[in-house]
């Protein structure tokens, strides 16, 4: 029989077994989500369509028409849908994690079970979304008739990137809004500032070189330019250093996103 | 016997006090990190020390629970009994020592966490069912048998926020009821729900217990706990005082005198809700008779008020409650000869009461007092003014502190025999 020891500052050993455990109650929590999230709205599952897209024509009409942006021949629209999609995604996902332990402060204070298993599946939830907005990608490359590159065969990698950056931050701010409810009003700050200062409604080669570098710190420079090469092809290279930048970066949020959850994780029952 | 949780000096210590929102705001910990960030870095720890105000929810309990026993804690509130099954239930840390579990861990300690108000009751029985620990296929094994169980068929698909109260409760607690842990951790989940289904969920308390699990059970319902339970923990400050045999422990704990109280209650500076408290001010609910008062004894007390303008018609009263807030005896001193006197402004009366024989059953009650004009006409009203312990009293049977009936009063009986007495001397 499995003895289990609690004791201050020893959960370490089981913690990793308890997670892969309690992998159903993660899908239970992303479905959860996912069927609550349109309960009692008119058109439903159409928001996640409505949304990107009314966002995809203010940005093409901002920055395409108004600001004559250099679109290298691609339609606007898909220019800016490729680096909405990233964005979408990642801004979404990050808000719902940074929220789901306070949301879901009942459960912490009343029941176990590895709190990671929280933020993770409100990434899962943001990602579903991003898969519904994919098809207005593809609703968009027919309208106007546009071949995707090979590259695309490497979308998955730039997809999980994408995906890890999310996780990462979602881990920072979620662990952090348990204790400073100050992030609820940083994050849709964040947010609104991010949709321009990321490349979404540009080509992050508008930004003149010896910024870009440092211009890449922020990890979805690389993600974005990453989803552009792999949908619109060879002629929109990747700026490499920058790239390898923004995957540092990710790395970096990711791992101490999960040693600060960790470390701060055990307080959540008493501080939330 | 094995041990199946094994308790050492287990301690777990909170950080209180008014001042821990002020300092730990975002702004001041990057207030203090920018002002001199070399003094904030040498600081800190002294820092939070000076600060904060400890306090020590459990201090040094241990204790050790055998394989399949099944376990009452016991204590007032503050006494540590839910911090300690949180702390067993993984839900928080322990500041200082251990605690050691065999085997499989349910922990309740709500009635339907996690349950979604926009969910269906089927989808909930998953949803629940799942933040509890079980798997997806042991739901669906289960299913029937938990429908069954909440009797709410018909409502399935409905939303859980269209359920009367009752039914979300019981549906809550068949999910619940359908665990099958070896260790079951069960905190105040029966006092809600109505009578009937309480008595089905201590029916299923009853059974898991006696299919040799063990269970760790907390609540304020003596007569739950001592036909459960065999052993009981008394908690007292976050203090182990006393495990032993249920009714061994449970004697002690019901006839333990406590300083919380207290002889005089001064009520004059407990805020009152509205209009209450303007016209006539009660001011002090004195206690007579020897604490703790005594089931079946006599009991006196005094209250003290002030009339503040002159008001007609009066008359004062106090009520014993139980915890959750039902009211089971009313003494009013208007009761009998309709007596009520009119008060002039700014004099200051008091009200004696005595009852013969106080006939609540031993246990915890909550104590109201109040007083009116006329019939109807609230003057000033306190509910649960203090809890109040009835002990044991010395012509108290055993009977009444193992079934926890409310009131009893002294009624005639007469016996006969309806069998002719040729036939009832063959019988014997």
């Known amino acids: ?272 | 016997m094995n041990p199946a949780i094994s308790v050492e000096n287990l301690s777990k210590r909170y950080i209180i006090g008014h001042q821990r929102d002020a300092r730990d705001g975002l702004r001041h910990a990057l207030e203090d990190a920018f002002r001199n960030p070399f003094k904030w870095l040498l600081n800190r720890k002294k820092q939070i020390t000076a600060t904060r105000e400890e306090f020590w929810a459990l201090k040094q309990v241990s204790f050790t629970i055998n394989d399949g026993d099944v376990v009452g804690v016991i204590g007032r509130n503050g006494a540590g009994k839910s911090t300690l099954l949180k702390v067993l239930s993984r839900i928080t840390e322990p500041t200082e020592g251990r605690v050691r579990i065999k085997g499989r861990v349910a922990s309740l300690l709500e009635v339907g966490t996690g349950f979604h108000q926009e969910l269906t009751g089927r989808e909930n029985i998953f949803l629940n069912g799942a933040i509890l620990g079980m798997t997806k296929a042991e739901i669906k094994r289960k299913f029937d048998e938990i429908v069954a169980f909440s009797e709410i068929e018909k409502f399935l698909d409905t939303p859980v926020k269209r359920y009367s109260s009752g039914m979300y409760v019981r549906l809550a607690f068949a999910v619940a009821a359908h665990l099958e842990p070896e260790i079951l951790i069960v905190d105040e989940v029966l006092a809600v729900g109505d009578a009937q289904f309480q008595k089905k969920c201590l029916g299923k308390m009853k059974n898991v217990a006696t299919e040799g699990r063990t269970v760790l059970f907390v609540s304020h319902n003596m007569a739950a706990v001592s036909s459960l339970c065999g052993t009981a923990v008394w908690l007292k400050d976050g203090k182990l005082n006393s495990m032993g045999p249920t009714r061994q422990i449970m004697d002690k704990y019901l006839t333990s005198s406590s300083e919380a109280e207290k002889p005089v209650l001064e009520t004059s500076e407990i805020p009152r809700i509205g209009d209450f408290g303007r016209r006539i001010k009660i001011e002090k609910l004195e206690w007579l008779t020897e604490l703790p008062i005594q089931n079946g004894e006599r009991l006196r007390t005094r209250i003290h008020f002030q009339a503040l303008q002159d008001v007609e018609d009066v008359s004062v009263g106090l009520g014993f409650s139980t915890l959750e807030g039902v009211r089971l005896l009313s003494y009013d001193t208007d009761f009998q000869d309709g007596y009520r006197p009119s008060l002039k402004k700014g004099t200051r009366w008091t009200a004696e009461m005595s009852i013969s024989s106080l006939p609540l059953a031993p246990g915890i009650y909550s104590i109201d007092i109040g007083s009116r004009s006329g019939d109807s006409f609230g003057l000033d009203y306190l509910p649960n003014v203090c809890q109040m312990e009835i002990s044991i009293g010395k012509n108290t049977p055993s009977s009444i502190v193992r079934d926890g009936a409310g009131v009893r009063l002294t009624s005639e009986w007469k016996w006969s025999s309806e069998t002719p007495e040729s036939e009832f001397q063959a019988v014997s």
């Not at chain 1, 929590?29 to 996640?48: E, I, P």
């Not at chain 1, 964005?87 to 996902?93: I, K, L, M, P, Y």
């Not at chain 1, 306070?102 to 009343?110: A, Q």
């Not at chain 1, 947010?191 to 570098?213: A, E, H, N």
Request: proline share 5%.
């Open chain 1, 1 to 272: 029989m499995s003895e289990l020891i609690i004791e201050a500052g020893r959960t370490e050993k089981q913690y990793w077994r308890d997670l892969w455990r309690y992998r159903e109650l993660f899908a239970f929590l992303a479905w959860r989500d996912l069927l609550v999230r349109y309960k009692q709205t008119v058109v439903g599952v159409a928001w996640s369509l409505i949304r990107p897209f009314i966002t995809m024509v203010v940005l093409t009409v901002v920055f395409g028409k108004f600001a004559k942006m250099p679109s290298g021949g691609v339609p606007y629209p898909i220019l800016v849908f490729c680096g909405m999609l990233p964005w979408q995604f990642f801004s979404t996902a990050m808000s719902e994690s940074g929220n789901s332990l306070v949301n879901n402060s009942n459960l912490i204070s009343k029941v176990y079970f590895p709190r990671l298993v929280v933020p993770a599946s409100s990434v899962i939830t943001s990602f579903v979304d991003f898969l519904i907005s994919a098809a207005i990608m593809v609703g968009l490359m027919i309208w106007y008739q546009y071949l995707p590159s090979f590259n695309c065969l490497f979308l998955p990698l730039f997809v999980l990137m994408a995906f890890t950056a999310s996780f990462g931050v979602g881990l920072w701010v979620a662990a952090l809004m348990v204790k400073y409810r100050d992030f609820r009003f940083i994050v849709p700050f964040v947010v609104q500032f991010g949709l321009y200062i990321s490349p979404v409604g540009f080509f992050s080669s508008v930004v003149p070189d010896q910024w870009r570098l440092l211009y890449s710190i922020n990890p979805m420079v690389g993600v974005i330019d990453g989803f552009r090469w792999a949908i619109l092809g060879g002629e929109h290279q990747i700026y490499w250093p920058g790239f390898m930048v923004s995957i540092g970066g990710i790395v970096a949020v990711l791992v101490t996103g999960i040693w600060y959850f960790r470390k701060t994780e055990r307080t959540f029952a008493d501080v939330i």
